[in-house]
């Protein structure tokens, strides 16, 4: 069995530098070191930093009750009133926010003071994008696809700027963008859809059209990991969604010749290498 994996599987470099910043909190950072929901979308990583002492806070009312130790901002960010919160904690914070990410709420910021209204192209129940909403005083929409782009209508005159979340399918952000310029508003697209996903996109993409079958590795909730599970599964009839080599069943990969193999941003290459080697100890 030939087995094709992809080069840019793994951690992104905003969800790197945020793992090796908890990593450094423990180490030498005021305890307790908390994380603002978990670090990354990843559950093996997070039991494993929960193992060194890393708290998660799950929510808002959590985070008000905390007055010491270091509160991290993990790769995704959060809203400006959440951030204010924190700096008022007593505690330290470390802002692990992926500079992509950062750029947007600069976007979004900018319109909220220019009146423009922001669109969103993402899942508006992500975090990621929950936080970018989270940084502009005037109007917002999150739409998910095209079709609700086509629906949005806004008041006559308005002037809007359209981003998208950083692991948002490129191919179908054009399409939004195609829908969006044909729109009587005046206009700004900003295509923020990071280059490491649309590296990662083009290679599953590719990989995915010339073999039997692809495995996708990541967490259920990962929303970058979802989009390579769909855009493998168009070219790839036989692709599979894991998290673990234990989730993978190995019968059908004996009728297969060649098998691809690709991950998203939050899965540790360790992960993969694991996934590999399952794969190729059960070929026979």
Not at 155 to 173: C, D, E, I, M
Request: glycine letters at 8%.
């Amino acid at each position: 069995m030939e087995i094709i994996t992809a080069q840019s599987a793994g951690f992104c470099f905003g969800v790197q530098r945020a793992v090796d910043e908890v990593q450094k909190q423990i180490v030498s950072g005021k305890k307790p070191v908390y994380t603002y929901g978990p670090i990354i979308h990843n559950q093996q990583v997070v039991d494993s930093l929960a193992a060194c002492g890393v708290i998660v806070i799950h929510s808002e009312e959590e985070l008000r009750g905390i007055h010491e130790g270091t509160i991290i901002i993990r790769s995704h960010g959060v809203a400006r009133r959440i951030q204010n919160i924190m700096e008022h904690s007593g505690a330290d914070i470390i802002d692990a926010t992926c500079p992509f990410v950062k750029k947007i709420h600069g976007i979004a910021e900018e319109a909220g003071k220019n009146g423009e209204v922001l669109i969103i192209a993402g899942n508006p129940d992500h975090p990621e994008v929950q936080g970018i909403m989270g940084w502009t005083d005037g109007e917002v929409h999150v739409v998910r696809d095209e079709k609700e782009m086509a629906d949005l209508e806004l008041a006559p005159g308005s002037r809007a700027v359209l981003v998208a979340q950083t692991t948002y399918n490129k191919t179908k952000f054009e399409d939004i963008v195609a829908i969006f310029t044909k729109k009587e508003y005046s206009i700004s697209v900003k295509n923020t859809v990071c280059s490491a996903t649309d590296r990662r996109q083009t290679e599953t993409r590719d990989i995915a059209s010339k073999v039997d079958a692809m495995v996708v590795i990541g967490g259920r909730h990962s929303s970058n990991t979802q989009k390579l599970y769909q855009i493998s599964s168009e070219k790839c009839r036989h692709t599979y969604f894991i998290e673990t080599p234990d989730d993978l069943d190995m019968r059908p990969f004996q009728s297969f010749s060649r098998v691809g193999i690709t991950a998203g941003a939050s899965t540790p290459k360790s992960l993969i290498e694991e996934v590999t080697l399952h794969v190729r100890r059960n070929e026979c």
